[in-house]
T-cell receptor
Framework: NAGVTQTPKFRILKIGQSMTLQCTQD?????MYWYRQDPGMGLKLIYY???????DKGEVPNGYNVSRSTTEDFPLRLELAAPSQTSVYFC??????????????FGDGTRLSIL | AQKITQTQPGMFVQEKEAVTLDCTYD???????LFWYKQPSSGEMIFLIY??????QNATEGRYSLNFQKARKSANLVISASQLGDSAMYFC???????????FGTGTSLTVIP
């Protein structure tokens, strides 16, 4: 019963490097989200997707890119890592339908440090 | 304007006592959902409880209940009979039916004292 799986769990990057944070879910959820959580703060939405081939910006999209080629996978790409992107990244998914009552299911997070 | 406001950065409660964590929200939509999540020190986000704007009863899930006051736009989480394992960050979130985004508050850190 995997749910939402994020890899890697931890990563240290140098300034200017690029990397992809992986997220996959096995619940056949249409909706997927990427958040960042800075120390002592709540979650801020980076990007989200309502289905394969459809993505949209959230509150803090600058410096990130996403793609959604399949229902299961929603990778987040950092092209030129900057210290301000040091954060914990959460991927989440939810089922479509039934009004607003469907909660999000979260992965365990990726802790990313950029030095 | 903030969609979700949690005004208590930190709370302490004695073991076995009840505690209320505050959450107020801002929306002009009639249909919306309110969620509470728990984040223990291990970091994962755990869904606790849901309240719909049209639900007539306050939501309950075991020791968790929601004190939903629609006119005041508040959805406070009540944890009864606190346990040491309840020590964690608690986040309130909202999704409007017309939208796809969830809005999160800044969280409340709860510490249960033995």
């Amino acid at each position: 019963n995997a749910g939402v799986t994020q890899t890697p769990k931890f990563r240290i990057l140098k300034i200017g490097q690029s990397m992809t944070l992986q997220c996959t879910q096995d619940m056949n959820h249409n909706y997927m989200y990427w958040y960042r959580q800075d120390p002592g703060m709540g979650l801020k939405l980076i990007y989200y997707s309502v289905g394969a081939g459809i993505t949209d910006k959230g509150e803090v999209p600058n410096g990130y890119n996403v793609s959604r080629s399949t229902t299961e996978d929603f990778p987040l790409r950092l092209e030129l890592a900057a210290p301000s992107q040091t954060s914990v990244y959460f991927c989440a998914s939810r089922q479509q339908g039934a009004g607003p009552r469907r909660p999000q299911h979260f992965g365990d997070g990726t802790r990313l440090s950029i030095l | 304007a903030q969609k979700i406001t949690q005004t208590q950065p930190g709370m302490f409660v004695q073991e076995k006592e009840a505690v209320t964590l505050d959450c107020t929200y801002d929306t002009s939509d009639q249909s919306y959902g309110l969620f509470w999540y728990k984040q223990p020190s291990s970091g994962e986000m755990i869904f606790l409880i849901y309240q719909g704007s049209y639900d007539e009863q306050n939501a309950t899930e075991g020791r968790y209940s929601l004190n939903f006051q629609k006119a005041r736009k508040s959805a406070n989480l009540v944890i009864s009979a606190s346990q040491l394992g309840d020590s964690a960050m608690y986040f309130c979130a909202m999704r409007e039916s017309a939208g796809n985004q969830f809005y999160f508050g800044t969280g409340t850190s709860l510490t249960v004292i033995p």
